[in-house]
């Protein structure tokens, strides 16, 4: 009966792979060369005429432009937090950590407010009527939004760095600038270049900032939304996709190549400067330019999350605030339906995403069974590609038969799932590397199942990476725009969805209103689930404590 669960388990995992990440991939390349049953390249030629030359000029031009400014602002603020003592560094990462917590748009949304037409800056302050739309204004959004996930992410690179590295150079008579260019620069080069990538895939495949910001601007990505909601017409949209992917490629090579020189400097006799008790001093003025870096970025992101809670309860239409609550009336209540229905399907995704990506790397590195790398690399895809062509896949697969999902809540939980199972995927590899496997070996010699193994050993080991896994993946989903606003239908709205309509229909007051409930329900039920666990531990603390005293 054991061995036919674990069997069933794993046939599961694996037709669960196959039916919602390989099949709508397939989907959407063959949506993209197939029309009407017959193989074409029509919408490939359609895309490549002259009037369509400037849609991929823009695209590459905003993603470059973005990619490359928020790598650079990014570096500086991570350089500073990596050579700064250890109380300022750890102010910095939480900070950069909690403005990753907020909803899609809301930065175009207090952009507009503050430095619009009437913005609160330009027009109330200053006296002037400025036009925040076109490239610039899509340029400025897409780098402010990325700059705190690529500053962790460099960060991270930079700890990988031995101190031994730097002290030799700076043993051997180099300035601490001549050891950041020579020593710390490459050794930090794939993480940078890593970052760079996924930075350009990720502004690539924004849609919602182009459509908010970009007034008579148009990029690929938004046409390929166009393409869907107004004119139905999914075999372009599909082979717009389809020509985005080779930059994911590339962005998750180096991201890899990056993961790989990162392990190999984390061995077990490196160091990390921040661990080492040793600083790292540049010159006053070189410090000084990452120090306003640093405190302009945080400035902003302050100016920004206090602009939308003032939004809420006030109206600045006419140049000057004038406190209100019309738009907690004008709030409809379906909204609030959508609202709810976010909090349960993020709930559902965190829990079963976390808990196959734990199990997918239990087949994989912890019983090795034959084949399983290859899921594991399956499992990647819908996270290395953009989310609007995962999400075009689910269109392209499930709208009609043999499994016709459309129109259900279950096509938006299963996204949600199946695009953050690589998450958990790689925090469960993580966690399984700490746990001897002597204690599974021993169990087996006692008689348990693999399943018993699982269940009563290795799972409940590996409950905080679950919660911090159901965590990440509810903050994603409840934030997550671009893979399901095309699998949205009425009755099962989701409220980042509604926020990215009221902003664009000009409903900015409602729009403060939906961003700041989202931001309050994400920030909630992480730090409840964070209770619990603390909760958790100190019981079990208890316990054992109780048990050796017993003894």
Same mark, same amino acid.
């Given at each position: 009966?054991?061995r036919?669960?674990?069997g069933?388990?794993?046939? #599961?995992?694996l037709l669960?792979?196959?039916?919602?990440?390989?099949?709508?991939i397939?989907? #959407?390349?063959?949506t993209?060369?197939?029309?009407?049953?017959?193989?074409?390249?029509?919408?490939?030629?359609?895309?490549?005429?002259?009037?369509?030359?400037?849609?991929i000029?823009?695209?590459l031009?905003?993603?470059v432009?973005?990619?490359?400014?928020?790598?650079l602002?990014?570096?500086?603020?991570a350089?500073?937090a990596?050579v700064?003592?250890?109380?300022?560094?750890?102010?910095i990462?939480?900070?950069?950590?909690?403005?990753?917590i907020?909803?899609?748009?809301?930065s175009a949304?207090?952009?507009?407010?503050?430095?619009?037409?009437?913005?609160?800056?330009?027009?109330s302050?200053?006296?002037?009527?400025?036009?925040?739309?076109?490239?610039?204004g899509?340029?400025?959004?897409?780098?402010v939004?990325?700059? &705190?996930?690529?500053s962790?992410?460099?960060?991270?690179?930079?700890?990988a760095?031995?101190?031994?590295?730097?002290?030799?150079? /700076?043993?051997l008579?180099?300035?601490?600038?001549k050891?950041?260019?020579? =020593?710390?620069?490459?050794?930090?080069r794939?993480g940078?270049?890593?970052?760079a990538?996924?930075?350009?895939?990720?502004?690539l495949?924004?849609?919602?900032?182009p459509?908010?910001?970009?007034?008579?601007?148009?990029?690929m990505?938004?046409?390929?939304?166009?393409q869907?909601?107004?004119?139905?017409?999914?075999?372009?949209?599909s082979a717009?996709s389809?020509?985005?992917?080779p930059?994911a490629?590339l962005a998750f090579f180096?991201y890899?190549?990056?993961?790989?020189r990162t392990?190999?400097?984390?061995?077990?006799?490196?160091?990390?400067?921040?661990?080492?008790?040793h600083?790292?001093?540049?010159?006053?003025?070189? /410090?000084?330019?990452?120090?306003?870096v640093?405190?302009?970025?945080?400035? =902003?992101m302050l100016?920004?999350?206090?602009?939308?809670?003032l939004?809420?309860?006030?109206?600045?239409?006419?140049?000057?605030?004038?406190?209100t609550?019309k738009?907690l009336?004008?709030? @409809?209540r379906?909204?609030?339906s959508?609202f709810?229905?976010?909090?349960?399907?993020?709930?559902?995704a965190?829990?079963?995403a976390?808990?196959m990506?734990?199990l997918l790397?239990?087949?994989?590195?912890?019983?090795?069974i034959?084949?399983?790398?290859?899921?594991?690399?399956?499992?990647?895809? @819908?996270?290395?590609?953009?989310?609007?062509?995962?999400?075009?896949?689910?269109?392209?697969?499930?709208t009609?038969?043999?499994?016709?999902? /459309?129109?259900?809540?279950?096509i938006?939980?299963?996204?949600?799932?199946?695009?953050?199972?690589?998450?958990?995927?790689?925090?469960?590899?993580?966690?399984?590397?700490?746990?001897?496997?002597?204690q599974?070996?021993?169990?087996r010699d006692?008689g &348990?199942?693999?399943?018993?193994?699982?269940?009563s050993?290795l799972?409940p080991?590996?409950? @905080?990476?679950?919660?911090?896994?159901?965590?990440?993946?509810?903050?994603?989903?409840?934030t997550?725009?671009?893979?399901?606003?095309?699998?949205?239908? @009425?009755?099962?709205?989701?409220?980042? =969805?509604?926020?990215?309509q009221?902003?664009?229909?000009?409903?900015y007051?409602?729009?403060? #209103?939906?961003a700041?409930c989202?931001?309050?329900?994400? =920030?909630?039920?992480?730090?409840l689930?964070?209770?619990?666990?603390?909760?958790?531990?100190k019981?079990?603390?208890?316990?054992?404590d109780y048990?050796?005293?017993?003894?």
């Open positions: 009966m054991s036919f669960a674990d069933l388990i794993l046939g #599961v995992l669960g792979i196959g039916i919602f990440i390989l099949y709508p397939w989907s #959407v390349v063959s993209s060369l197939y029309d009407r049953g017959v193989f074409t390249l029509d919408h490939y030629k359609g895309l490549l005429r002259m009037e369509n030359w400037n849609l000029r823009n695209s031009w905003v993603a432009a973005s990619s490359g400014l928020t790598t602002l990014a570096f500086c603020i350089l500073y990596f700064s003592g250890r109380k300022r560094r750890f102010l990462q939480r900070s950069l950590l909690l403005t990753m907020s909803p899609p748009f809301v949304l207090a952009f507009i407010m503050l430095f619009g037409r009437r913005g609160l800056i330009t027009h302050l200053l006296g002037l009527s400025v036009n925040p739309y076109g490239w610039q899509i340029v400025i959004l897409q780098t939004g990325n700059i &705190a996930f690529a962790l992410m460099l960060l991270t690179a930079l700890e760095i031995d101190v031994r590295q730097i002290l030799a150079s /700076r043993d008579g180099a300035s601490p600038f050891t950041l260019l020579h =020593v710390i620069l490459p050794a930090a794939p940078i270049l890593s970052i990538f996924i930075l350009f895939t990720m502004n495949a924004d849609f919602g900032t459509i908010v910001m970009g007034g008579r601007y148009s990029v990505a938004t046409e390929a939304y166009l869907v909601i107004s004119t139905g017409n999914l075999g372009k949209a717009i389809v020509l985005m992917i930059a490629i180096f890899h190549k990056s993961v790989k392990t190999s400097f984390s061995g077990s006799g490196t160091r990390a400067l921040s661990n080492s008790g600083e790292l001093r540049f010159f006053p003025v070189f /410090r000084g330019v990452l120090c306003t640093t405190i302009l970025f945080l400035a =902003v100016l920004k999350y206090s602009n939308i809670l939004s809420t309860v006030s109206n600045t239409a006419s140049g000057s605030i004038q406190f609550a738009h009336q004008n709030l @409809p379906s909204q609030w959508s709810w229905h976010s909090i349960w399907y993020s709930a559902v965190g829990v079963v976390s808990l990506g734990i790397s239990y087949y994989t590195h912890r019983r090795r034959f084949g399983m790398k290859l899921m594991e690399f399956c499992v990647s895809l @819908p996270y290395i590609i953009p989310g609007t062509f995962f999400g075009l896949g689910y269109v392209a697969a499930f009609r038969g043999p499994i016709a999902l /459309r129109g259900t809540a279950a938006i939980i299963l996204n949600y799932i199946f695009r953050q199972i690589s998450v958990s995927n790689k925090a469960a590899n993580a966690a399984f590397s700490a746990i001897d496997d002597r599974d070996r021993a169990a006692l &348990a199942s693999h399943v018993r193994i699982f269940s050993i799972l080991q590996l409950l @905080p990476t679950f919660v911090v896994c159901f965590v990440t993946i509810f903050t994603s989903s409840m997550a725009v671009g893979a399901i606003v095309f699998l949205i239908s @009425p009755g099962k709205n989701v409220a980042s =969805v509604e926020l990215f009221s902003i664009g229909n000009g409903r007051g409602v729009g403060a #209103v939906q700041v989202i931001i309050l329900a994400t =920030v909630g039920i992480n730090l689930t964070m209770y619990l666990l603390e909760r958790f531990n019981n079990k603390k208890e316990v054992k048990v050796f005293a017993a003894r």
